[in-house]
Every structure is written in C-alpha cells, then in structure tokens.
C-alpha cells in the first residue's frame, strides 16, 4: 500500500465532505492500521496547516459522537491499530507518547471515550459494537497515560508527533 501511495490517499479521504467516502476510508484504515509500514502516512501531517490521519480519526470520532455509532466504533478500531504500537514494552514509538503534545492529545481521547462510553445504548446494535471498540481504545489510551513521562529530548527529537493536533 505504500508503494502505491493508497495509504496517503485514504488519509485525504477523511477530509471529504462525504460522510460514506469519510465511513469507507476509514474502514479501509483500520486495515493499514496494523500495517507497521503504513505508518508514517498515518501519522504524519503533509503540511503544517493539514491534520494528520490519527487527529482526522479523533475529530471524526468526536464529531460522530452518539449520533453515528457506526463512525465511531469504526474511527475507534483504526486508531486502535494505529496507536497499539505506542504501548509495546521498549517500543521507540513509547518516547512519543511521554511527547508533551502527544500525552495531550492521547488526554483528550481518552476524555472523550469517556463521555461516550458512559452514554452509550448497550441495547443497540451499534452501541454495542462501539462499547467494544471504544471500550479496548479507551483502555490503550488509558496504558498510555500511564507511560513514564519526561523521555529525554533525544528519544522522540527525529519522531513526528502522531497525533499532532495543533496544540501547543
């Protein structure tokens, strides 16, 4: 896929205005989620005014709320695959989450989930089916707050931050 430059391109999916292009995009990227290689497409932004793939992710997730469980739990599955590495034991991605504005961001998900999880309608099939996917997010971003913070500089200093989401 990175040959081809697809993962880039679903990346710029998700700012479509298209709620099925945004929903199939991001079904697509629950797969180049887990595929280490697709990685740096994911989350890395293409310009300093452009979202990267993992905020893209977030914002969807947060805008589809409980109005669109079906976004949502989808949105939760990508950025599962997506930020799972984060939590290796001696994984180099580690140093970037301890990242000030990576810590903040993975925060606010965090929050968010949060909020949603305690709202969401176990009775409904959709709600049942983000309660699992955002349930399993909730707990990764939970492990990740829980990281050793204060990483030397020299840890993340080449690493972009993967969820850069223009906070300073």
């Known amino acids: 896929m990175t040959a081809t430059r697809a ?13 099925e292009v945004v929903f199939a995009a991001t079904g697509a990227l629950v797969n180049l989620g887990a595929d280490p290689q697709c990685w740096p ?9 452009s979202p990267n793939g993992c905020a893209q992710l977030v ?5 589809a ?11 939760c599955k990508a950025l ?3 930020l799972s590495p984060l939590a290796a034991p001696g994984s180099r991605l580690g140093a970037v989450a301890a990242a000030e504005d990576a810590y ?8 968010s989930l949060d ?13 049942a089916d983000f309660s699992t996917s955002g349930g399993a997010l ?17 840890e993340y200093e080449e690493l972009e931050d993967p969820l850069d989401y223009g906070h300073k």
Do not use: C, K, Y
Not at 7 to 19: N, P, T
Not at 115 to 127: A, N, Q, S
């Open 59 to 63: 914002h969807h997730l947060r805008r």
């Open 115 to 127: 909020e949603l999880l305690e709202v969401t309608d176990l009775e409904d099939d959709h709600g």
């Open 7 to 19: 993962d880039e391109a679903l990346v710029i999916l998700l700012g479509h205005s298209s709620r």
């Open 138 to 154: 909730f707990r990764l971003t939970g492990s990740l707050l829980q990281q050793p913070r204060g990483a030397e500089a020299s």
């Open 65 to 75: 709320g409980m109005r669109d469980l079906a976004m949502a739990s989808v949105a």
């Open 41 to 49: 497409a994911l989350t890395r932004s293409s310009s300093p005014s």
């Open 80 to 82: 599962f695959n997506i």
């Open 104 to 111: 903040w961001s993975i925060q606010l998900l965090h929050e």
